[in-house]
Every structure is written in structure tokens, then in C-alpha cells.
């Protein structure tokens, strides 16, 4: 990639304006003056080689005053196999600004650009770092950053510039991508596709680029082939000949406009003698454009100044402070029309100057190019080369250089154990298709029992990944058992997959499926007593799922502990959330808590996108045990950011409970048809058990109580998949209570009380007296909810504080005991107001006038519309963050945070964050501002 400040393009500039741009000009002129005016903006500017993109970035770079500062790069097919190649020439200008990032940013950017050792950065943490440098680089003016050739942007890079183009709001950045087509990390960012010319400015350029006379016939002739493309308007008159021009030419060639402008460019540099020509060869084959690295390899080639004199005369070869092109078309058409043995002498003298300290991957991968045998040195090299990608976190980049090392390994057995490797990195990299080919290529090989077992691995893994179906389990089982005794550590970590993804298929996979899987592991893993976390929740899941809590109980509760004291590892951070379900599943409040905190610190701190999402949800779930709905929102506008960035298709739990529990039945109901839907197609069980629980929930709250029999009767049969099968049943035992079908709500108790009493936490023997309470009559229903209520205040759980005391309080009134129900209404209004469980709250409200009381409940307020994005900075602002976390967590720029945080005062009419949660919660108790899907 090469790279350049307020610098043009290699391109030849028109003399004339641009014709027939007028509306690719004001879009860009547009966008250049809103940067100017402190807003930023990205935009993809797609078209086929030559139909003019470059000269529109000429134009755009040439209009921005000295008050816009220019960065510009030109990215270069040769590096996409280097990871953060691209990223590294873009930011190279830039890095004086790096200091004023927050270190985890400036670090996880320092590691992507291997200037420091360090564990493998999270590539959200580097674009975060992008979006931070370019912001510091904007400073108090703005910044026009232009990537022309995007489509050879390794793909690494490519993450990272898109995350950031994503993020842009109000830095006064401009940022341009230029692009044949629009590659899928860049979808989704605005777009503007690059047009052949109209007929008459064709016919316009055609007669500047041939000057005299030119045949009627040949002219449309040539306007017709070139379809407006100005490159080939003016190199393809150039490989005709005088008779052709004067009438003689004809159309012959089917082939691509593509491949004839490359052929019209090659044909021109034909009468070059052939150190020129090699030149030009060993010119396209460097992708860093140094001229002094191309001096010492043009004289390992025995190329002398006459062949630099000659190119440049050709108009082809440029050099100045970097050796360029003309356009950037030569360089492909010069190297793809080379000859393979002049490919491999160009590269070869490549990798002897370039430096095998300051620059091994380059040189490794020339000296790939060069090799055309097998050649255990240089795949040992690329091998090499692959662990470094992997510590600066390109697992694309760490599978093409081991794919390639594969194929250069004279060694059967090492080259299946690269291709492995390989295949691995490409799973990683979040590429299952290209993985399973790669293993395909194993299977000739004469593989070891190890390798054997974790093709195996992969194969289940990938399919797995692909697919979503039934069969992921047991393939993940059958490869689990393979390893057992081949590598115990990788075999648990198998097992724990293989178990998640039965569990999470639930009542929608096979019917023995679970049961299949969790008593594989328990003879497998027998009853030894490993203190390792990760062993203990994988016996102790095991054993939950296979026999019950009281069998699990003391070994999971010895895996919290563990997940607790121990630092994690990689893995063990990645199940964490396990020990969190089992949490849930034991009724373990304080655990719940403990470990969602827990894991979402670590992750955040350490940047680990693919944990957080999963751990956020838990830790929404904890933050709704303590009746901090603000909170829980908070950290569903965090997943959002998340999803936005990744594009992972993690299911809107938090959003579809939420508004459960404030009682929204419009927007839970879209989230759940949604969710519902989508779990259904995966054939994921647990999904479809979070849709019911939630419609109970919120279906409870407004007084829908055969709607709540409706939906909680759908779990009745599933009660030993627990989580929220199981709590769904407390839902039903009111729902069922409350229309009088008392046979319904007995059976329901029943399971419910099978599912707690075994435990015995406080939590657990609260909803069982809580449940009980409302199926009996006098002193046995007082004894129990005064019971109940007393726990759940012990493990503080207000929400169920506040809902025990509604149904203690409907409990007196029944009795006509209206004083007392007063009181206990009274208690659970404030507390479920308090908490945002509006319906439950005005549920109190309805009943304190049975008690003949009238709440005066009060006028919602007017309070001024907040985009999506101003209500999530102001929401995390409300929970004391800085505008700098606000950013961290949003993915925005801390600048960004704050221009929004200014606009909700605004609209907000208050001056201080203190004043946010008074303001936000009249929102909370409005409608809903939050679209659902």
C-alpha cells in the first residue's frame, strides 16, 4: 500500500474538468463540507477499473483548503495476505497522535502494528483505536482520509477502517473508499456507484485523447465497446493502428473491458527492451513503493539506470518519494501478464533485500512467491510468519501463510499438520466453508491418531458453525471422545461445546439429545476432583442436565467459586457464562451477580468482543434480579453497539424482557415473534422458552391473565430444561390463581416446587412460598407470603419484594382486611415504581382503590424526543460514566459521546448529569422509545 500526504493519485489528471459528474461531484463536495462543518461521514465509491474513481478522489483532494487535512493511501493486491498491512500505511502519518489514546486502545493498535509484543488485540479495540487516531488527527479542524483500491485492503485492515467508517459522527472526518465492487465488510456504509459516461462526454474525451481526424464508425465503434469507462476511452484508441483509426477496425475481442484496457496498457509498453519491461515487473511485484528498496533489487536483477530511464519515458513507471504508477491498472496488468519464471526472478530479488528483521512477512511471502518446489526453509519461514500474524490478531492472514506453507512442505506428515493449522485459523477467522476445503486436502495424507481426531474437531466445529442443526452435537460428541485420550485439554473444551449446543437446542433437537450428551461426559470424565473451573462446570453442567440439582449442586457450586478465584485463561473466560446459567439454575442470586461482573470487567478490560456480548446478557439479567431496569438498559444499549459493530446475530433477549417487565406489550410482543421465529429456523429450544417466559411476564403485569395462562402453559412440559421453563412456572401459578382454574395452578406449583425445594437457597424457597402462598387460604397463605417476602429481601430481589407484596395485598382484600391490604399495596406501588415495573406498579395502584384509596398518578411530562443514540449516551451517562467510557462502551468517539450528551441537555432542559435519572425515568414510565425489530 502506498501512502501519501495532500498528495495526488498515480493517475493522469484530466486537463479539462470532469464531464458528466456532476452528481458524483456534489455527493463528494457535500460530504467534504459537512467535515468542514464538524460532522463526519463515510462513503463507498464503487465502479469497474478506469470508469473514473481515482480522478474523483483527485478532484476531492485537490478542493479540500488548507484548513482539511489529507491522508491518502493506495492499497495494493500484493499485501492482503499481510495482516494490518493496510492499516499500518494508513495510520503512518498518524501515530504522533497515538499517545492521547486510552491506553487499552493505544496498546491493542501498538500490538496490531507489531510494535509491540503482546497478546492478540481485539480487532474492535483496533478500530476503536482507528476511530480514536483519526479523531485526535481532525483535532479542532477536519480530516479527509482516502483508500483508493479498497478491495485489496487485507482483511484485517478492512475490519478495522470499516468499524471506524461506521462509528464516525461529529469528529469532521470524511472518510472515501474506493472500490471495484462492494466488499461485504464495507456493506451497509453509504454508497455511490461510479457510472460509465453519457454519449456525448464520451465522444468529448474520445476526441482529446485522439487528436485529428477520427472515422464516424470507429468512434461509436469505440464508444460503444468502452460503455463510457474514460480509461478506456483513452487506452484503447492507443493500440490502434493508423488504418484502424482511419476506418479499418473492427471489433474481434470478447473478452472483459477489464482484461482489454490491461491488454491496451501491456501492448504499449511492448517496444520497452526487456530490462524496462522487468523493471516494471519488479515495480509491481513490491507493494511498499520504496524507491531505494527498488534500486538494490533492480541491481541484484542487473538492471541499470537506462532501464529507469526507459520506463519513466514509457510515461509508465513514476518515482519520486514512492515508485508508482501511472494508474493503478498497470501494476496488475504488468504482473498478470508476466511470465511465471520472471514472476519468481522478481520476487526472489525482492526477498533478498528486504530486510529479515525489520520486515519478515514480506520477505517471506516474496520468498513464497519465488519458490516453486517444495521447500521446507521457506515454509518454515511462512509458518513463522503465521504465529506473528496470530499474536497481532489476523487469523485470515495466519491461514494464508499457512495454507501456503503447506503447499511448499516436502514432508506428508508436516504438511498435513499446516494444513490443520490452517484450516484452523480459517475457523477462526470466521471462515467454515474455506476451513472444511482445507480439510478435505487431509485426506490422503498419512495422518497421526492426533490429527486424525482434530480434523475431526474441525469438521464438527465448522459444520457446525455452517449448519445450526440437530447434528451439531453429537458430531461435536463423536470428536470430543476422539480426543480423550489424545489431548484431555482440547477433549473438555469439545465436550463443553458439544454440551451448549445440545442444551441450547433443547426440546427443538432430538429428543435424547441432551440426555445423550451430558452422561457421555459424565463417564467420561468419572468422579475425578480436578479444582480446574473449567473441568468442574463441565461435570457439574453434565450432571444437572443428566440428574438433576441435587446431584449437581456441590459440584457447580465448587465451579463458581473456582471461575471466581481463579484468572481466567482464554477458555475459561469464553464458558464463564456457563457457571452463570448454572447460577440461574440453582437459584443463586449473589453467584449470579458475582460472576456476570465478573466476566464482563475481564472482557471489557481486555477487549474481548466475541465474550462480551454473552456476558452482558447475564449481566442484564443480574441488574433486573437487583430491580435496576436502568441499568439492565444500559447494558442492552452496550449489546446493541456490539451487534452494530460485529454483526453477530445475537437474539434481543434483554430488549424483549425489558419490556416485559415495564409492561410494553407492543414492543415485547414484535421482540418475541422475532426471537420466536428466529429459534425456531435454528433449531435453538431455549429461545423459544425466553418468548414465553417474557409474554407471562409482561401478560401479568397489565391483568392479561389467560393470555399469561396461555404462554406459561407452553413450558408445563419442558420443567426439566430449568432456566426459563422453570421460572415460568411461578408466572403461571398467578396467571392460572387469577381465573379461578385452581387445578392448573396446583399442578404448576407442583413442578415448580420440584425444581426449588432440592436447592434450598433463599431465593429458591421464596418463589416456592411465594407460589404456594397464592393456592392457600387464611393464616397458611399469610404464614407463606410473609415468608417469602422476608427472603427475597435477605437476597435482595426487590422486584419480587414489590410483586409478593401486590399479591399479599389482593391476598387481604379478598379477606376484607382493606386497612392491612392498604398498607401492603402502599409498599409493593413504591417499590415496583421504583424498580420501572410499570404495569405491576399500576396493577398496586388499582388495588389501593379497592382498599379505598385514590393514587393520584401523575401527568406524563413532555419530555423532548431522544434519538436511539442521544438516549443510549445519556442513559450510561446516568450511571456516572465519563464521555471517554460512554465511548469505550458505545464504540463512539469520546468527542462524538459528548456532542450527543450536550443535545440531550438540551432537549432534556437540565444542566447537570445529575439531573439525567430524574429526566430519563419520565421516559421510562412513557412509551416506549426503543423501535423494536
Known amino acids: ?51 473514473g474513481k481515482t480522478a474523483l478522489l483527485d478532484h ?8 482539511i487535512r489529507v491522508e491518502r493511501v493506495i492499497a495494493s493486491q500484493s499485501e492482503m495476505e499481510l495482516a494490518y498491512a493496510g492499516l499500518q500505511q494508513m495510520c503512518g502519518h498518524m501515530m504522533s497522535s497515538a499517545s492521547c489514546l486510552p491506553a487499552p486502545q493505544r496498546e491493542a493498535l501498538d500490538a496490531a502494528l507489531g510494535l509491540r509484543q503482546a497478546s492478540p488485540p481485539s480487532p474492535f479495540l483496533v478500530g476503536l483505536a482507528l476511530l480514536g487516531l483519526l479523531t485526535e488527527t481532525a483535532g479542532d479542524g477536519a480530516l479527509l482520509c482516502i483508500v483508493d483500491d479498497a478491495q485489496w485492503l487485507d482483511e484485517a485492515s478492512a475490519r478495522a477502517v470499516a468499524f471506524a467508517a461506521r462509528r464516525l459522527d461529529v469528529e469532521g ?38 487528436p485529428g481526424r477520427l472515422d464516424r464508425r470507429v468512434r461509436d465503434q469505440l464508444i460503444a465497446e468502452a460503455r463510457g469507462n474514460p480509461l478506456a476511452l483513452r487506452e484503447l484508441p492507443r493500440s490502434l493502428s493508423p488504418a484502424e483509426i482511419a476506418g479499418g477496425f473492427s471489433l474481434t475481442s470478447s473478452m472483459p473491458l477489464e482484461k482489454r484496457i490491461e491488454q491496451s496498457l501491456v501492448a504499449q509498453l511492448e517496444p520497452l527492451a526487456q530490462p524496462a519491461r522487468l523493471l516494471l515487473l519488479l515495480a509491481a511485484a513490491d507493494p511498499t513503493g520504496d524507491p531505494e528498496l527498488l534500486w538494490r533489487a533492480s541491481a541484484v536483477l542487473g538492471l541499470g539506470p537506462e532501464a529507469f530511464d526507459a520506463a519513466k519515458d514509457a510515461d509508465a513507471l513514476l518515482i519520486g518519494t514512492r515508485a508508482s504508477f501511472r494508474h493503478p491498472l498497470i501494476r496488475s496488468a504488468i504482473y498478470r501478464e508476466a511470465s511465471p519464471e520472471d514472476r519468481r526472478r522478481v520476487h526472489a530479488a525482492l526477498a533478498d533485500v528486504t530486510s529479515a528483521e525489520h520486515d519478515p512477512d514480506r520477505r517471506a511471502w516474496h520468498r513464497a512467491s ?150 457421555a461426559i459424565l463417564q467420561a470424565t468419572g468422579a475425578e476432583d480436578s479444582g480446574n473451573a473449567r473441568d468442574l462446570i463441565l461435570r457439574g453442567q453434565a450432571l444437572l442436565a443428566a440428574k438433576g440439582q441435587k446431584a449437581a449442586l456441590a459440584t457447580l457450586r465448587r465451579a463458581q467459586r473456582a471461575f471466581l478465584d481463579q484468572a481466567p485463561d482464554a477458555l475459561g473466560l469464553h464458558w464463564m457464562w456457563f457457571a452463570s446459567r448454572a447460577a440461574q439454575d440453582l437459584w443463586d442470586a449473589q453467584a449470579l451477580r458475582a460472576l456476570a461482573d465478573r466476566q464482563v470487567d475481564i472482557a471489557r478490560a481486555e477487549g474481548i468482543v466475541t465474550v462480551l456480548p454473552i456476558a452482558l446478557s447475564l449481566l442484564m439479567l443480574a441488574q433486573t434480579v437487583d430491580g435496576d431496569l436502568d441499568a439492565a438498559e444500559a447494558s442492552c444499549d452496550e449489546i446493541d453497539a456490539l451487534k452494530e459493530v460485529t454483526g ?25 415473534e422475532k426471537i420466536r421465529a428466529d429459534a425456531q429456523a435454528r433449531g435453538e429450544g ?95 397463605a399469610q ?29 387481604l ?21 421504583k424498580c420501572g415495573l410499570n404495569a405491576f406498579a399500576q396493577r398496586a395502584a388499582d388495588e389501593m382503590r379497592v382498599s379505598g384509596e385514590t393514587l393520584r398518578v401523575p401527568a406524563q411530562g413532555s419530555v423532548a424526543q431522544l434519538t436511539s443514540q442521544e438516549l443510549n449516551v445519556a442513559r450510561l451517562a446516568r450511571e456516572g460514566l465519563t464521555n471517554r467510557d460512554i465511548g469505550a462502551r458505545l464504540f463512539i468517539s469520546a468527542h462524538t459521546a459528548e456532542y450527543h450528551l450536550r443535545k440531550v441537555f438540551t432537549k432534556l432542559g437540565i444542566k447537570r448529569r445529575t439531573e439525567l435519572k430524574s429526566a430519563l425515568a419520565e421516559l421510562d414510565q412513557a412509551a416506549p422509545t426503543t423501535a423494536g425489530p
Not at 648 to 672: K, V
Not at 787 to 795: C, G, K, L, T, V
Request: hydrophobic content about 45%.
Open 1 to 51: 500500500m502506498q501512502c501519501k500526504n495532500r498528495a495526488k493519485a498515480d493517475t493522469v489528471t484530466e486537463a479539462a474538468p470532469l464531464r458528466g459528474r456532476r452528481r458524483e461531484l456534489l455527493a463528494l463536495d457535500g460530504l467534504l463540507n459537512r467535515a468542514r462543518a464538524g460532522h463526519s461521514g463515510a462513503l463507498v465509491l464503487s465502479g469497474e477499473a478506469g470508469v
Open 60 to 67: 476531492m483532494a485537490n478542493r479540500a483548503t488548507q484548513h
Open 173 to 210: 472526518i470524511a472518510l472515501v473508499l474506493a472500490m471495484r465492487q462492494v466488499d461485504e465488510a464495507f456493506a451497509g456504509l453509504p454508497q455511490l456507484n461510479v457510472e460509465g459516461l453519457g454519449y456525448d462526454d464520451a465522444s468529448e474525451l474520445l476526441r482529446l485523447a485522439v
Open 370 to 519: 519465488a519458490t516453486l518446489r517444495p521447500d521446507e526453509e521457506v515454509a518454515t519461514d511462512l509458518e513463522h510468519s503465521a504465529a506473528r500474524a496470530r499474536t497481532r490478531g489476523g487469523a485470515a492472514a495466519a491461514g494464508a501463510f499457512l495454507e501456503r506453507a503447506a503447499e511448499l512442505t516436502p514432508s506428508p506428515v508436516r504438511r498435513g499438520e499446516r494444513l490443520i493449522a490452517a484450516a484452523e485459523a480459517k475457523h477462526d477467522a470466521g471462515a467454515p466453508a474455506a476451513a472444511l476445503h482445507l480439510l478435505d486436502n487431509t485426506r490422503d495424507l498419512p495422518l497421526t491418531a492426533l490429527q486424525d481426531a482434530l480434523v475431526a474437531r474441525l469438521r464438527a466445529r465448522a459444520g457446525y458453525a455452517l449448519r445450526r442443526d440437530s447434528s451439531g452435537p453429537q458430531e461435536l460428541l463423536a470428536a470430543a471422545q476422539g480426543l480423550e485420550t489424545l489431548d484431555p485439554v482440547l477433549a473438555r473444551d469439545t465436550y463443553i461445546e458439544a454440551l451448549a449446543a445440545a442444551i441450547y437446542g433443547g426440546r427443538l433437537a432430538d429428543a435424547e439429545q441432551v440426555a445423550t450428551v451430558s452422561n
Open 648 to 672: 453477530h446475530p445475537l437474539p434481543q433477549y434483554g430488549r424483549m424482557f425489558l419490556a416485559a417487565y415495564r409492561g410494553r406489550s407492543s414492543e415485547m410482543e414484535r421482540w418475541a
Open 686 to 780: 431455549y429461545g423459544v422458552s425466553a418468548t414465553n417466559f417474557a409474554e407471562a411476564i409482561c401478560y401479568n403485569g397489565l391483568g392479561r391473565f389467560k393470555d399469561a395462562v396461555t404462554s406459561g402453559s407452553r413450558e408445563l412440559p419442558y420443567t426439566h430444561e430449568l432456566n426459563h421453563a422453570m421460572r415460568t412456572l411461578l408466572e403461571l401459578v398467578e396467571a392460572a390463581a387469577h381465573t379461578g382454574d385452581f387445578a392448573l395452578a396446583e399442578h404448576a406449583y407442583k413442578k415448580l416446587d420440584g425444581v426449588t425445594r432440592p436447592v434450598g437457597t433463599n431465593w429458591a424457597s421464596a418463589v416456592s412460598a411465594m407460589a404456594e402462598a397464592q393456592l392457600r387460604e387464611k393464616d397458611e
Open 783 to 811: 404464614a407463606l407470603y410473609l415468608d417469602a417476602i422476608e427472603r427475597f429481601e435477605n437476597e435482595r430481589i426487590p422486584i419480587m419484594v414489590g410483586r409478593c407484596h401486590l399479591l399479599y395485598g389482593e391476598f
Open 813 to 833: 382484600n379478598r379477606e376484607g382486611r382493606h386497612t392491612e391490604a392498604l398498607e401492603k399495596v402502599r409498599i409493593a406501588h413504591d417499590v415496583l415504581s
